[in-house]
């Protein structure tokens, strides 16, 4: 056991160079390189073999395997990450307090724990070189903060819980995110793709956020208090190149403009945006040549099949990929009103 001298010095040392974002529980388990610690378990049951793997705590496709001739792949994409609770009552519920990550303004409090399977989930806006960001905090057992109210870095604004789809008490944790938003018209294309499905959540919808990986922002920060967002969206690896026609409803473009490279014409015909496999863009470059409709030009070359690999945006057999129905869907999103 470190001796509690020691231990204060090391908590000193990380508040005295804490960067944009700090954890937003008291779980440090993964600073201390105990992955296992950190993330909660998917209660998982493959090929008639029940596991528990914290794996599946962890961003990206890190859930529903499939067995892909002789190799098991993972299909399902984890947008987020699941921190387990570190204290617990006699009953085994969770104590653990929820805090902002950064400064901000909380711009969604869901209250009702079966709106949607966040559970009850706060999402918190930040201005982040003069773009916005978002936090997202879900399966929240209680709410302490309403729209419109402004947080600092470290404030309560929950508590640890397990509301929502499929999360027990064994399994409470917090599900957290760092996103970018994907369109201002949100609530227009839902109605479009979902008509008769209700959107409680407006465009603080899960399916408007683009989660980056938290795990790697929160330990960068760290151990970096000059840790820069916009740089560390800019160096993630593209996956695949979508052609996308100008108009006023590209909003990834005119909310994130430090995705667009030095140079480039302010209103070009269309943007070739580039995306992480995970549907996040990193990358927008200006294109005269005239697109009506949004065109898929390159896609990274992978084993896994394309749809396995691009959480079903792009269809297609190897060699002639295509965007999937939900492709479309997601890049009419992006769009917004052409």
Request: with cysteine.
């Amino acid at each position: 056991m470190m001796p509690r001298l020691a231990l204060l010095l090391v908590c000193l040392s990380t508040a005295a160079h804490a960067g944009l974002f700090d954890w937003p529980t008291e779980n440090r388990a993964l600073l201390e390189g105990r992955p296992e610690a950190f993330y909660m378990h998917v209660d998982r049951n493959f090929e008639g073999v029940s596991s528990k793997p914290w794996q599946g705590g962890s961003y990206g496709f890190v859930r529903g395997p499939q067995r892909q001739g002789g190799e098991v792949v993972y299909a399902t994409l984890h947008e987020g990450i699941d921190i387990a609770p570190v204290r617990r009552d006699a009953a085994g519920n969770p104590l653990d307090e929820v805090r902002a990550s950064a400064d901000g303004t909380i711009v969604h409090a869901s209250a009702e724990a079966g709106a949607s399977n966040y559970g009850r989930y706060i999402v918190i806006e930040h201005n982040i070189g003069g773009s916005h960001f978002y936090t997202l905090y879900a399966h929240l057992g209680a709410l302490g903060v309403k729209p419109g109210q402004a947080v600092s870095r470290g404030d309560t604004i929950g508590s640890l819980g397990f509301t929502g789809a499929g999360i027990n008490r064994e399994r409470a944790h917090l599900h957290f995110e760092i996103a970018l938003l994907l369109s201002e018209d949100f609530d227009a294309w839902h109605e479009k793709h979902f008509k008769g499905s209700p959107n409680k959540h407006g465009r603080f919808n899960g399916m408007n956020l683009a989660g980056i990986e938290p795990s790697a922002v929160l330990l960068e920060c760290a151990n970096d208090p000059t840790f820069n967002l916009h740089e560390h969206i800019l160096a993630q690896e593209a996956f695949y190149k979508i052609t996308i026609p100008n108009s006023p409803g590209l909003a990834i473009v005119r909310n994130y403009p430090w995705i667009v490279p030095a140079g480039e014409p302010a209103s070009p015909h269309a943007w070739t945006v580039s995306f992480t496999q995970f549907g996040v863009p990193i990358r927008a470059t200006a294109t005269d040549h005239p697109t009506p409709q949004p065109t898929l030009d390159w896609v990274r070359e992978t084993p896994v099949a394309y749809h396995h690999a691009t959480r079903g945006i792009i269809a297609g057999s190897k060699g002639s990929p295509r965007l999937s129905d939900s492709g479309k869907r997601f890049i009419d999103l992006v769009c917004g009103s052409l």
